[in-house]
């Protein structure tokens, strides 16, 4: 059995190269600039132009078309791949899902295929692709691999700082008037993932406070059960370690990533947003 996933989620390529991980890229546009993440655009790159962004150029993305999922499985399959199980980032933020269903009708014949819907993004969609992949180097079959993966869904803990709400607001994430009112109140949000969805877990007035609700928001949720944690953020390595710092004495860690989110994500996050992700063992 192979493993796919989308470039929303975030997989260390160590881990991607050891697992044979199939990651469709996520495409980037930049007004009449096309780009695809992890081919032709990466995280220094995509940065270098979001200081230029306006109005007309700012980023969007969209998701792998069927076409590109069809291509991906077809060049598996010529390889000898009879089976896939695929992971996506969140049906409810982004069409992947439903391309890969498309593709999938499409070959239908040509091999097995097994969807799932991470109801995520980030290291969170990681954690359960590379949990699948070694899962299925077990010899777990498909049935197995997806009721894990459906504890580790109802089991995840995200929650993360956004530190600037413009790109939320462009991206649809919070609406403008929420945005104005946080920057005249000099407000943090903190927001959590919960059904798939971006939703606020609260709101403080300091940065450093900010940082501590996450910590209390994952830790009296996760407690001291072994947890693999990803501490992700958005070309904010400083604000990841001070963050860092807080949580790790707190919580029993069996796997640690450390993540400069998926450009994917970033777009819709911006710059500076940080974070962390657990999944209890």
Do not use: C
Request: a negative charge.
């Amino acid at each position: 059995m192979r493993i796919v996933m989308d470039d929303a989620g975030d997989v260390p390529p160590a881990l991607i190269q050891q697992h044979r991980i199939i990651v469709l890229p996520v495409n980037v546009m930049f007004g009449t600039e096309e780009y695809l993440t992890g081919r032709n655009i990466d995280h220094g790159s995509f940065y270098e132009k979001v200081k230029e962004v306006g109005d007309h150029n700012f980023p969007k993305t969209s998701q792998p078309t069927p076409y590109q999922f069809v291509e991906a499985y077809q060049a598996a399959i010529a390889a000898g791949e009879t089976e896939f199980l695929t992971v996506t980032v969140s049906e409810k933020l982004s069409g992947t899902y439903a391309s890969a269903v498309a593709a999938s009708k499409e070959l239908d014949g040509q091999a097995t295929f097994h969807l799932f819907d991470s109801q995520a993004g980030s290291a969170a969609q990681g954690f359960m692709a590379v949990a699948a992949a070694r899962l299925a180097e077990q010899g777990a079959g498909a049935e197995a691999i997806l009721d894990r993966l459906r504890q580790m869904r109802q089991d995840m803990v995200v929650a993360f700082l956004i530190n600037s709400l413009e790109y939320a607001v462009k991206g649809g994430r919070v609406s403008a008037l929420r945005s104005t009112m946080a920057s005249l109140l000099n407000i943090k949000p903190v927001m959590q993932l919960k059904d798939g969805l971006i939703v606020e877990a609260g709101k403080v007035r300091t940065y450093n406070k900010a940082l501590d609700y996450i910590v209390d928001f994952v830790t009296s949720r996760v407690s001291d059960r072994p947890a693999r944690v990803a501490f992700i953020h958005a070309r904010d390595p400083e604000g990841m370690a001070a963050l860092r710092q807080k949580a790790r004495p707190h919580l029993n860690v069996t796997e640690e990533w450390l993540v400069d989110m998926a450009i994917a994500v970033a777009i819709n996050l911006g710059p500076g947003a940080l974070g962390i992700i657990a999944v209890p063992e």
